[in-house]
């Protein structure tokens, strides 16, 4: 019954799937490989670059070229183990033999997801990579919001010179592209994904302490502040309890949700470009980056299967922060 | 009215309901209501009765989505809700005029008063040459009470006061010659000395135009010196309705009731103020506080060597119109905002200059009530954790302590206990006001400055409240700033009054005092003579030697000598040149050259 209430508010759709999407994710970034039946850096020769054990799921991730080329043993890569399922493979060309029951499949190799070109599970690696997408998303988070949070605070609360500094502070980063600057911390220090994404969080500052510093000043010449210091609250007080927590705090876990879907593909984007995280440290940009020569092959379920964990990802934050966002927009009455 | 004729305006059995996240809210209930020509007739309820939505919805005016409408209504005898009616439309601005609470927001800032005027006039069917037209403006400004019409003509609507904005508007609804005029809590927003005279006004035009009017208001004496009949509301229903005698002194309906009893807690002139409360000791003093305020380049005093002295366990009033300094007085004692000279004494303790953590242990020792409860209480918090803030300073430690003296200062407040969860928007503006108290008395207090802290509140909650402040002072000896532009209400309330004009003190009495025949200055008694429903022929005519022109800052000299019928008379010399001092008079003070001692 409350739940029926909660989702007929607004944004309350969105904040339902967005949020069991991140749950989901989470939890599984936690677990790592605790569950799964392989683990990630276990190398499988006996079955390298072989595709998802399901027909359907096969179909998906790859292309007649790229079964053609499976087949054949002709793939760029791991040949020799293709020829271990040839008899099986060997069904699909067969035009009377098509309908080969899909459970010998999935019983075939064991690699539901399918494995990459040393033989690891696809499953496993999703897994993995999904905590390294996480933390270097906490690492900007916490530097944007943070600093972004104390800044707007600031700024809002005291006019004068820390409304100033903030102003030269924030036009400074602003004027600077974000990715140029990215790229020039990774090539003037080493190339580490946390201190890029740590980059990436002071990018985000301006925005953060601007959006907080225009609410705080609106808020700060209302009633309640006055009353706060009428109270004898002193101003460290007011501005943690009163201006940031009972008022701002919704705000917070917004841009939260929000910049952990662009650190994602901050993240997934420089590890492809091969400046994030580095094999054999598994993120979900680097098993795209491995994948190159088998995606224009046609058979494009390593490429395949990552991407979509990313599009989920950046989307159950996104709408996680949407649907948060639309509530406090209905809930202040705009 | 002759039998048989048809009235102006008739309503019978109109509903009108909005749709909200909880369902349909009914906000008017089959309403009816008849309208006569040539009378005036009251609605009047508290706050969210559905006052001005059953007159809006009738007008066509409602805003946003419109929701369910239903019922009849007949103009002159016309049909006025039937489907596809474009009737409501022509007649509105027409035969039709409406004013709303706040005239300035009415009022386009980029034109002159001239142009809303001419603007007003072509609109109703006026037509002649711009010297004409100019003409039938300036009279209808003069039909309005206004003077100066030829200066005004030229003004910007933000050089001139709400007082005159509010005629503006009526001058302007009345340029279309209309035959019924809706005015929606007119004066709530001027001070006494405008409302009296607006009041005055439209019984004016009801019997130089023959114009009809429909008052809504929340206030019994406004609809009481006005109207002829008055109908009640109360949660979309009308509940009673009649001549406003009979429903003024034989009230069926339990809800009108409680009303007139609130309205008569204040109007019956018994003082409610606590015999021999006041002990000789001197607890606050403030001395010669002064503060500027630069507005455009301009600057003022907003404060000017205000000196004043609470005794221990009594109630000091200070009254004066909005702007005089009334607001600025209260946050400079409470040293809430910095003051350009004087001092402020608490046990003979200067607090404004007390290091920062003497000044806040001293704030738990004076404490102030605000305005608008509404604006006091963090949106976030729930009653609970506000109370357990304010304690934070304290020196209770266990939580067993903090829940009973939380407990026990709802106790005090009468709330109910389940209301320390809730969070201020589910709570009703009299239940704010008391979780605002009960702050403030969690730290066991000895001094509260109050600004205005009825002002917001309906009637039969006012009464409650100054209930509440008065069994307070009773049992725990608590003194009282009270701060209130209502004179009525704080000669109740108050043992000493103090009348601020300008940023000054212009005179300091005893409350019994405070009568027209005793009050010194001609400012006090101009605000005396204001108070509405003290429906007397001797006050109306002092009202009236007053002129009708507006509070301006005058440098040398009283401030007060443009309003001053004394001054007009025989133009004292020192009147325009010496400011008058605020000196010592037979138990009290007074600051005008002529009042004798
Ligand atoms: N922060 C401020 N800056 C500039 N002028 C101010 C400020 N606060 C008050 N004033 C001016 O000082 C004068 C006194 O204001 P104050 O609020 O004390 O009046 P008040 O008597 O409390 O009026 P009201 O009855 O409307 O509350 C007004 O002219 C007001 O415009
Ligand atoms: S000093 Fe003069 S102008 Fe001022 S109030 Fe007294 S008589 Fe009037
Ligand atoms: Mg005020």
Known sequence: MSLLVFLRKPGGWRMLTGGAIVVFLVLTAVSGNFWTRFKSDEMDFEHQLVPPSSNWLMHLTTTEAGRKLLLQGNGSAGGSSVTADEDILGALDDGTKAQVPDASLLTAHGHVLGTDKNGRDMTALLVAGARNCFLPGLVACAVALGVGVWLGLLAGYYDGRWRLFAQVFNGTLLSMPRMVLILVVICALEPNVYLTMAVLGVTLIPRVSELIATRVRALSKMGFILAAKEGGLGDFRILTRHLFWYQNRAVFFVQFSLIMAESILVETTLSYLQFGTRPPEVSWGNIIEGSRLTFFSGQYWITFFPAAAIVLAILGFFYLGDGLNARLAHREGR | ?597
Not at chain 2, 88 to 110: T, Y
Not at chain 2, 279 to 296: D, I, Q, S
């Open chain 2, 1 to 597: 009215m002759k039998a048989g004729e048809v009235p102006l305006l008739e309503v019978s059995g109109l509903s009108i309901s909005f749709e909200t996240d909880n369902g349909l809210l009914h906000a008017v209930n089959k309403a009816s209501l008849r309208v006569e020509s040539g009378e005036i007739i009251g609605i009047i309820g508290q706050s969210g009765s559905g006052k001005t939505t059953l007159m809006m919805g009738l007008l066509g005016l409602l805003r946003g989505k419109p929701g369910v409408r239903e019922g009849k209504a007949f103009f002159q005898g016309k049909p006025l809700l039937s489907q596809g009616s474009s009737l409501m439309a022509e007649l509105r601005g027409r035969d039709i005029a409406v004013i709303f609470q706040e005239p300035r927001a009415a009022l386009d800032p980029f034109f002159r008063i001239g142009e809303h005027m001419r603007e007003a006039l072509l609109r109703g069917g006026s037509s002649g040459s711009e010297a004409e037209i100019r003409n039938k403006g300036l009279e209808l400004l003069r039909d309005v009470g206004l003077v100066d019409t030829e200066q005004l003509w030229d003004v910007f609507p933000h050089q001139i006061s709400g007082g005159m904005a509010q005629r503006v508007m009526i001058a302007m609804a009345l340029s279309a010659k209309p035959k019924l005029l809706v005015a929606d809590e007119p004066s709530t927003a001027l001070d006494v000395t405008t409302q009296a005279k607006l009041l005055e006004l439209f019984k004016r035009l009801r019997d130089k135009h023959g114009l009809s009017i429909i008052l809504i208001s929340h206030d019994i004496g406004v609809i009481q010196e006005t109207c002829s009949r008055v109908y009640v509301m109360h949660r979309g229903d009308i509940v009673e309705q009649g001549e406003t005698a009979e429903v003024l002194h034989h009230s069926k309906h339990p809800y009108t009731q409680s009303l007139i009893q609130a309205f008569a807690y204040f109007a019956s002139g018994e003082r409610k103020a606590l015999v021999g409360a006041a002990t000789p000791e001197t607890l606050v003093e403030a001395k010669g506080l002064r503060k500027r305020f630069g507005l455009a380049g301009k600057s003022f005093e907003a404060l000017d060597e205000v000196s004043l002295f609470l005794r221990a366990g009594e109630t000091y009033a200070v009254v004066g119109e909005s702007g005089s300094g009334k607001s600025t007085l209260a946050l400079s004692m409470m040293a809430l905002q910095g003051v350009d000279g004087g001092e402020v004494l608490y046990r003979g303790e200067n607090w404004l200059k007390s290091g920062k953590s003497r000044i806040r242990e001293l704030r738990r020792a004076i404490r102030m009530l605000f305005q608008h409860p509404e604006a006091v209480l963090n949106a976030g918090m729930t009653v609970e954790a506000t109370l357990r803030e304010a304690l934070e300073r304290e020196d209770v430690r266990s939580p067993a302590e903090v829940q009973e003296r939380i407990s026990k200062v709802l106790e005090q407040v009468h709330l109910d206990p389940v209301h320390a969860k809730r969070y201020p928007s589910n709570l009703s503006s009299g239940e704010k006001q008391r979780v605002t108290i009960a702050r403030a008395l969690i730290t066991r207090p000895k001094v509260l400055v109050c600004d205005e802290p009825v002002a917001s509140l309906d009637l039969a909650i006012q009464a409650q409240i100054l209930e509440l402040l008065r069994e307070f002072q009773e049992k725990m000896g608590l003194t009282y700033l009270f701060i209130s532009h209502n004179l009525a209400l704080v000669k109740l309330l108050a043992h000493r009054i103090g009348v601020m004009y300008m940023g000054r003190l212009i005179e300091e009495a005893p409350a019994e005092d405070f009568t027209v025949e005793r009050a010194r200055h001609p400012y006090t008694r101009l605000l005396l003579a204001s108070v509405p429903s003290l429906d007397d022929e001797k006050l109306r005519g002092i009202c009236a030697e007053f002129p009708d022109v507006e509070p301006v800052r005058l440098q040398t000299g009283c401030p007060f000598r443009n309003r001053c019928p004394l001054y007009l008379r025989n133009h004292h010399a020192e009147c325009e040149t010496v400011l008058p001092p605020l000196r010592d008079i037979k138990k009290g003070k007074v600051a005008c050259h002529l009042a004798d001692a």
